[in-house]
């Protein structure tokens, strides 16, 4: 198996990633650290910056991921302010947000970026589409879980055990990842 150190502290982030790329061969260990979090309009900048600094620091090939929850009917809002969003005013807040908008399409942007140290990062996308539900539901998972109903789906990700939820999230950002870990070997 091939090492990738992954810098999170997120158990839903290693999780992810260990579901995607286990079975491809690659174990995934992780390093928990702060890393900057740069002002930027798109996640793949974050994602970039982060795992460039980390190589460096750490002197070590590296995997940082940034994500954000984009809102259509709120022009992209929370986007790269996710979190923060996520800290402050929750999903009850972004329900009421969205209070008499009728465009509750969004999807989750995921950038993940790889970087050697001295190197530039490459990074690699996933997009989960779907909408923001009318109301919080479900028991399992956390933050968005309560409100996001993935594409072809009727309710929220809450409403799903865990492992039947890895479903529904894309997985291109992993394979695409996978595929050139594996041309570097």
């Known amino acids: 198996m091939k ?6 502290g997120n158990k839903a982030k290693i999780e992810s990633a260990r579901h995607a790329l286990e079975p ?3 174990k995934i260990d992780n390093i928990k650290m702060e890393t900057p979090e740069i002002q930027a309009d798109d996640v793949v900048e974050v994602s970039k910056y982060s795992a460039q600094w980390a190589a460096q620091k750490l002197n070590k090939p590296v995997l940082k991921n940034d994500s954000g929850l984009f809102v259509n009917g709120l022009k992209g809002f929370p986007g790269v302010y996710t979190r923060f969003v996520d800290e402050t005013i929750g999903e009850d807040g972004l329900l009421k947000l969205m209070e ?3 465009d509750r399409t969004a999807y989750f942007k995921e950038s993940i970026a790889y970087c050697e140290p001295g190197k530039s990062p490459v990074v690699f996308e996933g997009i989960t589409k779907g909408r923001i539900d009318t109301k919080k539901s479900g028991s399992n998972g956390w933050s968005w879980d309560f409100v996001f109903i ?5 309710q929220p990700l ?3 055990e865990d492992d039947k939820k890895w479903n529904f999230w894309s997985q ?3 394979k695409n990842l996978a595929k050139y870990l594996e041309t570097k070997n």
Request: charge should be negative; glycine fraction near 8%; charged fraction near 20%.
């Open 3 to 8: 090492n990738v150190i992954y810098v999170t």
């Open 24 to 26: 491809l061969g690659f």
């Open 100 to 102: 008499n908008i009728e």
């Open 158 to 160: 809450a409403c799903f």
């Open 150 to 154: 993935p594409d072809g789906e009727e």
């Open 172 to 174: 291109d950002a992993y």
